[in-house]
């Protein structure tokens, strides 16, 4: 009796491909034709799974998120205050780009986060809809970090702010602008383990300080 293949583990198995692919040679070498030769599948087995390319990317993506959310929650529950849990959050997020880049990348492709246009029948969650619990994270811990002045009623509005001068910091890092500018050399461009190198955990220090203000106990 044949049995039918597992369409589930198949699925995982060229995500699986994906990520290897996407962390080992970045964003460019995923193609559909190699992704496929990686999972050890016909060229055309992709297209059986996703249905289009852009699905494809936006799973392999998908683990990024993941990936990224699973390494926040465990470092941020190791801190004992809010600014410390916003510290950690705002280093491991800048710190993933570093070590991650094609992931990073791949993550924040306007053309994977539009993904609706190229898939609006595709059941679930928007690749875009990925990034809103961590917002959530940062908008919490930025509300109780700022201080409670008149008229600061908006604190997903300075966690916006902050997230995006995280990422802008993450990007121009990553594509050598900010070292260039700064000086750095390129010795002491790349972070250690969770450790930043020490220009780039000085500019998330001062992104922090400059979006929260004075900080509650």
Same mark, same amino acid.
């Given at each position: 009796?044949?049995?039918?293949?597992?369409?589930?583990?198949?699925?995982?198995?060229?995500?699986?491909?994906?990520?290897?692919?996407?962390?080992?040679?970045g964003?460019?070498?995923?193609g559909?034709?190699?992704?496929?030769?990686?999972?050890?599948?016909?060229?055309g087995?992709?297209?059986?799974?996703?249905?289009?390319?852009?699905?494809?990317?936006?799973?392999?993506?998908?683990?990024?998120?993941?990936? $990224?959310? +699973?390494?926040?929650? @465990?470092?941020?529950?190791?801190? %004992?205050? !809010?600014?410390?849990?916003?510290? /950690? *959050?705002?280093?491991?997020?800048?710190?993933?780009?570093?070590?991650?880049?094609?992931?990073?990348e791949?993550?924040?492709?306007?053309?994977?986060?539009?993904?609706?246009?190229?898939?609006?029948?595709?059941?679930?969650?928007?690749?875009?809809?990925?990034?809103?619990?961590?917002?959530?994270?940062?908008?919490? $811990?930025? +509300?109780?970090?700022? @201080?409670?002045?008149?008229?600061? %009623?908006? !604190?997903?509005?300075?966690?916006? /702010? *902050?997230?995006?001068?995280?990422?802008?910091?993450?990007?121009?890092?990553?594509?050598?602008?900010?070292?260039?500018?700064?000086?750095?050399?390129?010795?002491?461009?790349?972070?250690?383990g969770?450790?930043l190198?020490?220009?780039?955990?000085?500019?998330?220090t001062?992104?922090?300080?400059?979006?929260?203000?004075?900080?509650?106990?």
């Amino acid at each position: 009796m044949s049995q039918e293949p597992d369409t589930s583990s198949l699925r995982e198995r060229l995500i699986d491909a994906g990520v290897e692919l996407v962390l080992a040679e970045g964003t460019a070498a995923l193609g559909l034709r190699e992704i496929a030769r990686r999972a050890g599948v016909s060229h055309g087995a992709p297209r059986r799974y996703f249905p289009t390319h852009h699905s494809l990317l936006s799973a392999i993506a998908r683990r990024g998120f993941a990936d $990224l959310g +699973a390494r926040v929650a @465990a470092i941020t529950e190791e801190a %004992a205050t !809010p600014r410390a849990r916003l510290d /950690a *959050l705002a280093r491991t997020y800048v710190g993933y780009a570093l070590e991650r880049r094609g992931m990073f990348e791949l993550m924040f492709r306007h053309d994977l986060l539009d993904s609706e246009k190229h898939e609006p029948n595709e059941a679930g969650s928007r690749l875009r809809e990925s990034t809103l619990p961590m917002f959530g994270l940062l908008t919490g $811990l930025v +509300a109780h970090c700022r @201080a409670r002045a008149d008229g600061d %009623a908006r !604190p997903d509005v300075a966690a916006a /702010a *902050l997230w995006a001068n995280l990422h802008g910091i993450a990007q121009l890092w990553t594509a050598e602008s900010l070292p260039l500018a700064l000086g750095t050399p390129a010795d002491e461009r790349a972070g250690a383990g969770r450790l930043l190198p020490a220009p780039l955990d000085a500019l998330v220090t001062a992104a922090l300080d400059a979006h929260l203000g004075p900080v509650n106990p």
